[in-house]
């Protein structure tokens, strides 16, 4: 789980690239487009432009480079031609990226156009939460500190947090130990070392945290149908700290200390 200096300088350089995908995006006006076309985009942005692969094509059988949850899909959500990105809808792009043998794992919930306030509190939230689990990094903290952090932010605000799905170690391989859940007591589970990297990438949901999987295999969606949304990056435990490998230049004023 520990990476060494020399692996988490290639790391630093796939989250970089990563970044740089989400940068491309934020330039894009994603309202009439198709998930699919978005996932084209991508794909074609990682392998020309930044002459890396797209480490979730083929991953596990999966057929695309991103997942597109949209509304109330919570994650998983498969590009396809006839799903077309309306006004006023709230999108979660989840896109992997592999260079140099290292992968780096990131997701951003888009707000398309005139959004309710409802959606666009939720957004800002899970944003938020995202961030005070990762203000929660440092060699000594555990586990528990994290999803600790998380939980508490989105009932304070009314949301529930989806616990089917958690964070993940990642490095060479997409999914590494430990796992890293958006829930949880201070003090509890793994005890974080400096060189360990992971995903927090907590999902909220405005009613019940209860989520279905539908016949595709893939797409998971509310039970209730109300919306969620979802923020991701990959964390590195430094000495002091944590380093947001895959931060974009919109979000240095959130990397800093508080």
Same mark, same amino acid.
């Given at each position: 789980?520990?990476?060494?200096?020399?692996?988490?300088?290639?790391?630093?350089?796939?989250?970089?690239?990563?970044?740089?995908?989400?940068?491309?995006?934020?330039?894009?006006?994603?309202?009439?487009?198709?998930?699919?076309?978005?996932?084209?985009?991508?794909?074609?942005?990682?392998?020309?432009?930044?002459?890396?692969?797209?480490?979730?094509?083929?991953?596990?059988?999966? *057929? %695309?480079?991103?997942?597109? $949850?949209?509304?109330?899909? /919570?994650?998983?959500?498969? &590009?396809? @031609? #006839?799903?077309? !990105?309306?006004?006023?809808?709230?999108?979660?792009?989840?896109?992997?990226?592999?260079?140099? *043998? %290292?992968?780096?794992?990131? $997701?951003?919930?888009?707000? /398309?156009?005139?959004?309710? &306030?409802? @959606? #666009?509190?939720? !957004?800002?939230?899970?944003?938020?939460?995202?961030?005070?689990?990762?203000?929660?990094?440092?060699?000594?903290?555990?586990?528990?500190?994290?999803?600790?952090?998380?939980?508490?932010?989105?009932?304070?605000?009314?949301?529930? !947090?989806?616990?089917?799905?958690?964070?993940?170690?990642?490095?060479?391989?997409?999914?590494?130990?430990?796992?890293?859940?958006?829930?949880?007591?201070?003090?509890?589970?793994?005890?974080?070392?400096?060189?360990?990297?992971?995903?927090?990438?907590?999902?909220?949901?405005?009613?019940?945290?209860?989520?279905?999987?539908?016949?595709?295999?893939?797409?998971?969606?509310?039970?209730?149908?109300?919306?969620?949304?979802?923020?991701?990056?990959?964390?590195?435990?430094?000495?002091?700290?944590?380093?947001?490998?895959?931060?974009?230049?919109?979000?240095?004023?959130?990397?800093?200390?508080?």
């Amino acid at each position: 789980m520990v990476k060494t200096p020399q692996e988490l300088e290639l790391m630093r350089e796939a989250g970089r690239l990563l970044a740089q995908v989400f940068e491309m995006l934020d330039r894009t006006p994603l309202a009439g487009m198709s998930t699919l076309e978005i996932d084209t985009l991508v794909e074609r942005y990682i392998t020309d432009e930044l002459h890396a692969r797209p480490a979730s094509k083929g991953q596990y059988g999966y *057929g %695309f480079v991103l997942n597109c $949850s949209m509304n109330h899909v /919570v994650c998983h959500g498969v &590009p396809d @031609a #006839r799903t077309i !990105v309306q006004d006023g809808d709230i999108i979660n792009l989840d896109i992997t990226l592999e260079k140099n *043998g %290292f992968i780096a794992d990131s $997701s951003k919930t888009y707000m /398309v156009g005139t959004v309710s &306030p409802q @959606a #666009r509190r939720l !957004v800002k939230v899970t944003q938020e939460a995202m961030w005070k689990g990762i203000a929660q990094v440092r060699p000594g903290a555990t586990l528990g500190d994290i999803g600790f952090a998380i939980e508490r932010h989105a009932k304070q605000h009314g949301y529930s !947090v989806v616990r089917d799905y958690c964070g993940h170690g990642i490095g060479r391989e997409m999914h590494e130990e430990p796992s890293v859940l958006h829930f949880g007591r201070p003090g509890t589970g793994m005890k974080l070392r400096e060189g360990m990297t992971f995903t927090i990438e907590p999902m909220l949901n405005q009613g019940t945290r209860k989520v279905t999987t539908l016949a595709d295999g893939w797409t998971v969606v509310t039970n209730d149908r109300k919306l969620s949304a979802q923020f991701e990056h990959t964390v590195a435990v430094t000495s002091d700290g944590v380093e947001v490998l895959t931060l974009r230049s919109d979000e240095q004023a959130e990397a800093r200390p508080h």
